[in-house]
């Protein structure tokens, strides 16, 4: 029973480079989310999706794309990778949106030098 | 816009103690409440889920309560230990209801 899974798990890139993470759920939940959290600021959203095809924008969209083309799948990508965006990402996943539990994948730890 | 706050942000205790972690929020407009639990390196695990009509939900020695009309939940462990050294985050829908606004947690340890 994998749950959320999210790869890869740790990244090094250079400023300039771009990267895309990969979240995979097998539970068939409609809604996904990408946060990202830093020391003393919490997790704050990124983008999320209310279901498959479609995205919307969260607290800290800038410098980052998403696309969920199949239920299962939400991409997080980075355009030109910057140093503020030297970070630990989440994903995570819900049957039933801000009603429901929230199940979050381990993270995948991005350094951008 | 939802702001989460979480009180104390570390806590220390001796094994076997019973405590409360303290969550307040901005918006009261919500339907439910969310504890979290996350160790070193991992990602979160969802404790309580908490609605609103309920007031407090249990889950062995965890108990949560509710009270939207002062903006706080709590989050009681009974009979620490060891084992629940981890930070514990709460979380409310935020304005708006498109996804969930975390505090930064509080950061515990119990020594045994």
């Known amino acids: 029973n994998a749950g959320v899974t999210q790869t890869p798990k740790f990244r090094v890139l250079k400023t300039g480079q771009s990267m895309t993470l990969l979240c995979a759920q097998d539970?068939?939940?409609?809604?996904m989310y990408w946060y990202r959290q830093d020391p003393g600021m919490g997790l704050r959203l990124i983008h999320y999706?209310?279901?498959?095809?479609?995205?919307a924008k969260g607290e800290v969209p800038d410098g980052y794309n998403v696309s969920r083309l199949k239920k299962q799948n939400f991409l997080l990508g980075l355009e030109s990778a910057a140093p503020s965006q030297t970070s630990v990402y989440f994903c995570?996943?819900?049957?039933?949106?801000?009603?429901?539990?929230?199940?979050f994948g381990e993270g995948s730890r991005l350094t951008v030098l | 816009k939802q702001e989460v706050t979480q009180i104390p942000a570390a806590l220390s205790v001796p094994e076997g103690e019973n405590l409360v972690l303290n969550c307040s929020f901005t918006?009261?407009?919500?339907?439910?409440l969310q504890w979290f639990r996350q160790d070193p390196g991992k990602g979160l695990t969802s404790l309580l889920l908490?609605?609103?009509?309920?007031r407090e939900q249990t889950s062995g020695r965890l108990n949560a309560s509710l009270d939207k009309s002062s903006g706080r939940s709590t989050l009681y462990i009974a009979a620490s230990q060891p084992g629940d050294s981890a930070t514990y985050l709460c979380?409310?829908?935020?304005?708006?209801?498109?996804?969930?606004?975390f505090g930064s947690g509080t950061r515990l340890q119990v020594q045994p």
């Open positions: 995570a996943s819900s049957l039933a949106g801000t009603s429901g539990e929230l199940f």
């Open positions: 539970m068939n939940h409609e809604y």
């Open positions: 999706s209310v279901g498959e095809g479609t995205t």
């Open positions: 918006d009261s407009a919500i339907y439910n």
């Open positions: 908490i609605q609103s009509s309920q």
């Open positions: 979380a409310a829908p935020d304005t708006g209801r498109r996804a969930l606004t």
